[in-house]
């Protein structure tokens, strides 16, 4: 049985190769493709699928062609009510953007509860990244002084990324101390970067990047670095395919790729 998606944001960067990869895949079928900016132009132009579908300009789309599962990625502005609008309409949703602030979190977490659709929302679908969040953790039971660097295009709206942002929190649940923050003033605010769950984030944003994270321990003597580097939006997929294939079977609403794999 074939599961039938539908994907918003869908003339993005990571829209439009999702909707590549859900075409490609044999257990999914792309049924509706959702851009306002970009409404009326055909999918086939957006996203080189060789499909008859067209880009809608607004959400109903997606219950007029069966969805069953929604694949989101929008950005931080829209992500919100898209997510809110999806799970009102008893649709699985697979939220790939970033930026979704804590309100806009706990009306979902609590739709999710009570309506019979789930959502998976995970800020990195790119298992090397999973796999440095996870290795982060184990590494700051240890070496609690660290700090994380994230790399990115310079389209990428927010700043610092989910990625990063979920690592701190991350490191901040698995250290057992928050060491003393290091001498110095900051005479050029924002030199020492953001501070998020006491971690420092410093985020870097040039063309000819795509989405890369260091995330750098000091210890007496010796520093650990952890790096990960997505060199094409490719690296995605295999996580955003399997959130499709899994969504259904959640309980509600799940952040991090971690709990399907
Ligand atoms: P993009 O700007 O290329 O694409 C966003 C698309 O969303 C645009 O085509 C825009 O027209 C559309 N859009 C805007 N508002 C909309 C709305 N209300 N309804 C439907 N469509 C709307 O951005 P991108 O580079 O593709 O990134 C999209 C998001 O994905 C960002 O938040 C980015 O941080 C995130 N991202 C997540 C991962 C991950 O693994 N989770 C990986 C890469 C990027």
């Not at 809110?84 to 979704?100: F, K, N, Q, S």
């Not at 800020?123 to 700051?140: K, S, T, Y």
Request: include cysteine; glycine fraction near 10%; aromatic fraction near 2%.
């Amino acid at each position: 049985m074939t599961i039938r998606v539908g994907v918003v944001g869908a003339a993005g960067r990571m829209g439009a190769e999702v909707c590549r990869a859900v075409a490609a895949a044999d257990d999914l079928e792309l049924v509706a493709a959702v851009d306002p900016h970009h409404a009326g132009v055909a999918v086939r132009e957006a996203t080189g699928v060789d499909t008859d579908l067209t880009l809608a300009g607004d959400l109903d789309a997606l219950v007029d062609a069966g969805a069953e599962v929604v694949v989101e990625f929008t950005g931080p502005s829209a992500v919100g009510a898209n997510l809110r609008w999806l799970l009102e309409h008893d649709l699985h949703a697979v939220v790939g953007a970033t930026g979704i602030d804590e309100a806009d979190l706990t009306v979902a977490r609590e739709l999710a509860e009570a309506r019979p659709a789930n959502a998976l929302i995970a800020p990195n679908f790119a298992i090397g990244a999973v796999l440095l969040m996870q290795f982060a953790a184990e590494a700051a039971r240890y070496l609690p002084h660290v700090e994380i660097i994230e790399l990115h295009h310079d389209r990428k709206v927010d700043a610092p990324s989910g990625t990063a942002l979920r690592t701190a929190e991350l490191i901040a649940d698995a250290r057992a101390e928050i060491p003393d923050a290091p001498l110095g003033d900051d005479r050029h605010p924002g030199a020492r970067g953001a501070a998020h769950a006491d971690v420092r984030v410093h985020s870097v944003r040039l063309p000819g990047l795509v989405a890369h994270e260091e995330v750098i321990f000091g210890g007496t003597g010796q520093t650990l670095t952890l790096r990960h580097d997505s060199i094409d939006r490719t690296s995605f997929m295999p996580g955003v395919l399997l959130g499709c294939r899994k969504v259904a079977s959640l309980d509600g609403l799940v952040v991090g790729l971690e709990h399907v794999l």
